[in-house]
């Protein structure tokens, strides 16, 4: 009788402990080992749905971080902010910006059908010409952006018109947006005139892939569908599975991993760390049980709106906001459930690291409130 080979098991913290040490949250790497463009890279962009979100990112993986360091890179174009994987906005290194693009455009493509009624009548391929001769005389806002359409497009629906051209051209979001301590609007330009260079031609998957298990692995194909947008993904995992290894979880899921992947022992040791809303960590996996227990996803969210959320024993524990003003910046911590004494000793002392980083008011302090559901 014949058996059938199943693949070695990795636990829940196994699995936990994997994805912090790729996601440089189990030991901040240090800046001997790691620039801030090379940590934009290495976690593949990083989601930037609203503008101080990457800094905090960066914030909690890299060993002294300057949010200048990012800004500076984002004033030189060398990184810069645009919609990417799962229709949402990401700030990339150039080259990503330029190649990954093309990779989930197929994604930004069906998305347009959500869209068909309001755009009834127009010919795409006009409108993407006309977009990229508009924002490339010179960056444009939406509002702008949307009010030329009209004119070419009447009865067209506003909006449709609006994530038609965002979705048919890779559109970056033009410095000051998105710089540390400035402000500015969402002004567009094409990724191409922005960095003074062609797109990549759409690249096969197989590269991507590897680089989202050396990020986010050990991964299954449905949790890399699940970052990217992508789907039918089966069929690359399959052409690269002689150079991957296989595990499953606990459910007999079949996960995917780089051979050479660091994968620690399920009991070392993850000390607090801070998260920003719509940060990769919690996004980028179909099963999030690695990061936040069951229980506690729904207050991880309010309505479409992530918390910023705290890690404790490598899990999602609590919820954090900061308030600041000139004088002071304050943050309010509030866990799921009741923390030990060395548990919030270390939670206090990873909140002071992030706002000696992160806020330049001369006070702060840190008030440990009661999560209320």
């Known amino acids: 009788m014949a058996f059938k080979k199943t693949n070695p098991v990795l636990g829940n913290r196994a699995l936990n402990r994997a994805t912090l040490d790729r996601q440089l949250l189990l030991r901040r790497a240090p800046r001997s080992a790691m620039s801030v463009k090379g940590a934009v890279e290495h976690l593949v962009g990083l ?12 914030a909690a993986r890299l060993d002294g971080f300057d949010p200048e360091e990012l800004s500076t890179l984002m004033a030189s174009r060398e990184v810069a902010r ?34 068909r009624k309001g755009l009834a009548g127009v010919d795409l391929t006009r ?5 990229r001769e508009l924002v490339e005389e010179q960056p444009r806002t939406m509002k702008e952006l949307r009010e030329a359409l009209l004119k070419e497009w009447p009865d067209g629906d506003p909006f449709a018109l609006s994530v038609a051209a965002r979705c ?52 299954s194909v449905k949790d890399m569908q699940t970052w990217c947008g992508l789907t039918r993904m089966r069929e690359v995992f399959e052409r690269l599975r002689p150079q991957l290894v296989a595990f499953q979880d606990e459910n007999g899921v079949e996960l995917f991993d780089l051979p050479d992947a660091s994968r620690p022992d ?5 000390p607090p760390r801070f998260l920003p809303e719509f940060d990769n960590l919690l996004l980028s996996h179909a099963d999030r049980s690695r990061l936040v227990a069951d229980e506690h996803k729904p ?25 600041e003003t000139e004088e002071r910046a304050d943050l309010t911590v509030q866990a799921f459930g009741k923390l030990t004494r060395a548990q919030r000793d270390a939670v206090a002392e990873e909140g002071e690291r992030m706002l000696t980083v992160m806020s330049s008011a001369p006070a702060h302090d840190i008030v440990f409130g009661a999560f209320n559901a």
């Open 299 to 323: 207050s991880t969210w309010r309505g479409n709106q992530p918390y910023c959320v705290f890690l404790v024993d490598g899990y999602v524990g609590g919820i954090w906001r900061l308030t």
């Open 47 to 58: 989601q930037a749905q609203n503008v101080k979100p990457p800094y905090f990112a960066l």
């Open 168 to 219: 048919l051209l890779p559109l970056v979001q033009v410095t000051p947006r998105g710089m540390w301590g400035r402000s500015g609007q969402v002004t567009l330009t094409t990724a191409e005139h922005w960095f003074g260079r062609q797109s990549e031609p759409v690249p096969a998957p197989d590269a991507t892939v590897l680089r989202y298990l050396a990020a986010f692995g050990p991964a």
């Open 266 to 270: 399920a009991d070392t040791p993850a």
């Open 82 to 115: 645009l919609v990417t994987m799962r229709s949402t906005i990401h700030t990339h290194t150039a080259d990503d910006c330029l190649s990954l693009r093309p990779l989930v455009q197929g994604a930004r493509d069906r998305e347009l059908h959500q869209f």
């Open 127 to 131: 409108l993407a010409a006309l977009t």
